[in-house]
């Protein structure tokens, strides 16, 4: 069986700086009419950077949403009409210094789809070369280098807990066991 | 090194169905002063039902940002005050009719923590007795049973892009690996 929502009309409830609200009235499959909230956001890329031996460098960071900072895979939003691709490329090189040889795609992440439209495009980096980093001002993280199979561990026991970062890590794990 | 962005004052720019938004003054540790835009969410449960064959029951749905059908593991928001195994039972229960013997806990997924409070906790269900589902009003789900390794081929090839499932799955099939 299938299902359908279709959108009536809406509003935009709040315009800002990094999302945007509506407020939509949208048809249901029984024909019955409901209001859909629905938060507007660019989307962003994750790269997890490792090098031939396992270690992959992360950020730690500030979290404001959650007071704390938070290990994650490097990542950043995309910039309007920003390949997600060349997004991964420059957040890794602003965020770790890093260039890399091989790029591989590990897939799309909804992050919140029942109420949000962001996507993250999640990717994994190989074949490393060190340069500088360049944050954005007011951005503030430290790098920090760690063994796959370390992060493995932290995702399993609950202490990384970012989902862009849990997916990158177990999807580039599964990779790597799956090429022994 | 240390980082944190202290809150100065804020204001709430939406109240909303699901989410508020607030938009905050906070001072950086190197003193400047910036904004921060905050998604208020209740948080959530998400659970993963699966037999003791390695069947799991997933939910196909209309996800309306997406504006298409997505297969997730069972989830939903917090009641407020409510816990979030509770949750997770219930959940299960509403749309899947399954009660479950072992309840374990997978972890927190913080779904967008640049901008947003929301976390789900993540549960594997197992033990499974089933009974009728019985869906909100204006719910509309298909309920599908599908393996453990096919869930995983369908998350590493991309098929499954739903953040909270990717993790539900991963951490499952490692689990099982391990207690191998």
């Known amino acids: 069986m299938s299902y359908f929502e279709k959108r009536i ?5 709040y315009k800002g700086v990094i999302v945007n609200v509506v407020l939509d009235r949208a048809e249901l499959c029984d024909g019955s009419i409901v209001k859909r909230e629905v938060v507007q956001h660019p989307g962003g890329a ?6 031939d031996e396992g270690y ?3 950020v ?5 949403p959650f007071q704390k900072e938070l290990l994650e895979a490097p990542a950043g939003k995309l910039e309007y009409g920003e390949n997600p691709r060349e997004c991964a490329v420059r957040e890794l090189s602003e965020e770790t210094g890093f260039t890399a ?9 909804y992050t919140s789809p029942g109420f949000s439209t962001e996507t ?13 980093n360049h944050l954005d001002e007011g951005e503030f993280l ?4 760690h063994h796959i199979d370390e992060l493995t ?8 807990a970012d989902g862009k970062t849990v997916i990158a890590v177990l999807k580039a794990k599964r990779l790597l066991e799956s090429e022994k």
């Open 142 to 145: 430290s790098v920090e280098k």
């Open 46 to 51: 994750t790269i997890l950077p490792m090098d």
């Open 60 to 64: 730690r960071q500030f979290r404001y």
């Open 101 to 109: 040889d091989e790029i591989i795609y590990l897939g799309a992440d």
């Open 9 to 13: 009309d809406g509003e935009q409830k």
């Open 120 to 132: 993250l495009h999640i990717y994994l980096a190989r074949g490393l070369h060190k340069g500088k």
């Open 56 to 58: 992959c460098y992360c």
């Open 153 to 160: 561990e932290l995702v399993m026991n609950g202490e990384i």
